[in-house]
């Protein structure tokens, strides 16, 4: 019996020895061949034991046999050790800035660590006073220049108020028809006293117009003035908004103020683009970008690490393509901002900054105002030779140019071909404003 199991174990180490080697060959063998030669057992050799045989040899064979093969790394295993090496030393990196920050020392972000950020951060303009602002600041500077706008224009700057400083977009509406319909029935009936007082106390104004900041300055820019005033089976006087002008012409101004109101706006802060030219360079498609462009918080920055984990494993798996494009479209929505960067004929490259929700009109209509001769119709092609259209009201990041894209600049062929039959000259490219200020890509 012995001797049986002797043979069949020397029958089968024979089997997964893999192919005979000459004197002379390399004895490397790499890990890759071994394996599908050690799993290749299903060969049939001409004098062989029986396939029962086998398997009764094999079962024998690992009761005698306790040693352990070695383990054969697969491609899947290098790939789940390198992205463990480097989820653990970002976690490290992320630890050690968190510590920091608690130390109250100031952190530059990882990619000034190692160069110089492509562009310097975010930053804004405000549409009253043309200040340039920060994100953390912006609210607060266009709320100081709406109330120094009260100087020149009380009407303006108190519809600005509702517009602007009320972020639930429906309670505004609210209060704007309940305001209008003030408005109107003073209009409607100028001599009855009833419409030209307002009772604080009453309760739709309580609920629908006093919570709207700025109401009641716009109400004070009507000519409403605060009044006490006795109400019957009261002993305590009351406030009333009353107003004492009612000529024709004040009627007519008053709905003048009131069509402002109605097709008043938010006042927000301008995205600056912060447009810049640079020369050829070989670190075009090299972006480092400010922690601003990404729209994750320090809990959501450790959940991401964990997902990053975890998508080893999902790539092992088969997915679907609407699978694959809903895990696109939640990896555009981390970013808030894009940059992007054009290279032009001449080789040289035009940046901008954008939303990543800006349009490809947006897109066009910046590279346009950039140009000299930006009338003349043009191409844009992106990563991966596709065009893109300026007619297309598609959003950037729906376009996959989110958080930082380099695009191609061409000229219509057409065009430029009937400029050169008619003995033209190439047009000029960015403007001489841009070209001043035109740097070498670090």
Not at 238 to 243: G, W
């Amino acid at each position: 019996m012995k001797k049986f199991f002797d043979d069949i174990k020397k029958d089968i180490k024979f089997k997964s020895a893999g192919p005979g080697k000459t004197l002379t060959e390399d004895t490397s063998a790499k890990p890759e061949r071994a394996a599908a030669q050690s799993s290749s057992g299903t060969r049939n050799h001409r004098h062989g034991p029986s396939e029962g045989a086998q398997r009764a040899g094999a079962a024998a064979l690992a009761r005698v046999d306790q040693r352990q093969r070695p383990k054969v790394h697969t491609s899947q295993d290098a790939i789940r050790n390198q992205v463990k090496r480097e989820l653990e030393a970002e976690a490290v990196a992320l630890a050690e800035s968190e510590k920091a920050v608690a130390e109250g020392s100031q952190v530059l972000p990882r990619s000034q660590e190692f160069s110089c950020l492509s562009v310097s951060g975010v930053y804004f303009t405000c549409p009253l006073t043309g200040a340039s602002l920060t994100k953390s600041d912006r609210e607060a500077s266009i709320k100081e220049a709406i109330f120094m706008r009260f100087e020149e224009d009380e009407v303006e700057a108190s519809v600005m108020m509702v517009h602007t400083f009320n972020k639930d977009r429906e309670k505004v509406k609210a209060a704007v028809d309940i305001i209008s319909k003030y408005v109107d029935n003073i209009c409607k009936n100028p001599t009855e006293e009833k419409y030209r007082k307002i009772k604080l106390s009453n309760k739709v104004f309580q609920e629908k117009v006093r919570p709207v900041e700025g109401t009641r300055e716009f109400l004070q820019a009507l000519g409403f003035t605060s009044i006490m005033l006795p109400v019957e089976g009261q002993d305590e006087e009351e406030e009333f908004l009353v107003l004492t002008e009612h000529s024709a012409d004040a009627l007519e101004l008053m709905k003048e103020r009131r069509d402002r109101l109605q097709r008043g706006e938010p006042v927000r802060a301008q995205l600056d683009r912060q447009p810049q030219a640079f020369r050829a360079s070989a670190n075009a498609q090299h972006f480092e970008l400010p922690p601003e462009f990404y729209n994750l918080t320090a809990e959501e920055l450790k959940k991401e690490q964990q997902q990053r984990a975890d998508l080893v494993e999902k790539n092992t798996m088969m997915r679907t393509k609407a699978m694959r494009e809903r895990e696109e479209q939640r990896e555009r929505r981390k970013y808030n901002y894009t940059l992007l960067r054009i290279r032009l004929p001449d080789g040289n490259l035009l940046q901008g900054v954008f939303y990543a929700w800006d349009r490809l009109p947006v897109l066009f209509g910046f590279v346009r105002e950039s140009l000299v001769d930006g009338w003349q119709p043009f191409e844009l092609i992106a990563p991966g030779g596709q065009k893109l259209h300026e007619s297309e009201d598609v959003a950037l990041a729906e376009s996959n140019l989110v958080p930082a894209a380099l695009l191609t600049f061409a000229w219509d062929a057409a065009v430029q071909a009937d400029i050169a039959a008619a003995g033209g000259k190439s047009p000029t490219l960015l403007k001489p404003e841009l070209l001043e200020s035109i740097r070498t890509m670090s």
